[in-house]
C-alpha cells in the first residue's frame, strides 16, 4: 500500500522557519517526481515545489522562491520543504503529492501568527 | 502561468441524476510526447485530495466507472452519470505540462 506520512508542521511566528518532512512507501520513490501543494483554509490548491526523481532539479512557484527548498533522501524514501521567513499568508495545509497527484499525504497543517 | 478555469463554481444535483463540469486551461495542455497533462481530483470534506483522472479521460484504480473525463487542447470536461451522496466535495481539475503546475478554482458539488 502506498503510503505519504507528512510531519512538521505546527504555529511559527512571522519570520520563523519550519521543516516538513514526508516519509514515503510502498512505491519505487528513487523513481517518482514529488511534490509539495498547498491548500490555505477553506481555499483551493497552489502547486508549491517539486522534485526531480534523483534531486538533480528542483522548480517554485515564482512567489516562494528564495524562501522554500525542496529537497530529498532517496536513500531514506523522504521528501523535505524547508520553510524560512514565513508569513501569514503561508498558513495552510501542505500536502506532500506523488508524481501527478496520484497519491497525496494527509497532509501537515502550518500556522504562522504571533 | 496558466490559468485553468472551471465552471460552474457550484453544482446542486438530485441524487440519480448527472453533473457535468468544465475546466478551461488558458494553453494549450498537448505535450510534444503527444499527451496531455489534464487530471481531475475529488477532496471530499474533511479529506485530502484524491485523483479521479489522469491524462484527460483515465480513471484511476478503484474509482467508479460513473466519472468520466473528456476534452482536447484547452477544453475539458468531468461527467458524473448518476451522482451519489459520496460526491459531495469539491472537484478540482490540474494541468501538469506548464509551470508552475496549477489548478483550477474547484467547484463544489451538493446535493440538492
Known amino acids: 500500500e502506498v503510503q505519504l506520512v507528512e510531519s512538521g508542521g505546527g504555529l511559527v511566528q512571522p519570520g520563523g522557519s519550519l521543516r516538513l518532512s514526508c516519509a514515503a512507501s510502498g512505491f519505487t520513490f528513487n523513481t517518482s517526481w514529488m511534490y509539495w501543494v498547498r491548500q490555505a483554509p477553506g481555499k483551493g490548491l497552489e502547486w508549491v515545489a517539486n522534485?526531480?526523481?534523483?534531486?538533480?532539479?528542483?522548480y517554485y512557484v515564482d512567489s516562494l522562491k528564495g524562501r522554500f527548498t525542496i529537497s530529498r533522501d532517496n536513500a531514506k524514501n523522504s521528501l523535505y520543504l524547508q520553510m524560512n521567513s514565513l508569513r501569514a499568508e503561508d498558513t495552510a495545509v501542505y500536502y506532500c503529492v506523488r508524481d501527478g497527484g496520484q497519491q497525496w499525504g494527509q497532509g501537515t497543517l502550518v500556522t504562522v501568527s504571533s | 502561468d496558466v490559468v485553468m478555469t472551471q465552471s460552474p463554481l457550484s453544482l446542486p444535483v438530485t441524487l440519480g441524476q448527472p453533473a457535468s463540469i468544465s475546466c478551461r486551461s488558458s494553453q494549450s495542455l498537448v505535450y510534444s510526447d503527444g499527451n496531455t497533462y489534464l487530471n481531475w481530483f475529488q477532496q471530499r470534506p474533511g479529506q485530502s485530495p484524491r485523483r479521479l483522472i489522469y491524462?484527460?479521460?483515465n480513471r484511476d484504480s478503484g474509482v467508479p466507472d460513473r466519472f468520466s473525463g473528456s476534452g482536447s487542447g484547452t477544453d475539458f470536461t468531468l461527467k458524473i452519470s448518476r451522482v451519489e451522496a459520496e460526491d459531495v466535495g469539491v472537484y478540482y481539475c490540474m494541468q501538469h505540462i506548464h509551470w508552475p503546475h496549477t489548478f483550477g478554482q474547484g467547484t463544489k458539488l451538493e446535493i440538492k
Open positions: 522534485i526531480k526523481p534523483d534531486g538533480s532539479d528542483s
Open positions: 491524462k484527460v479521460s
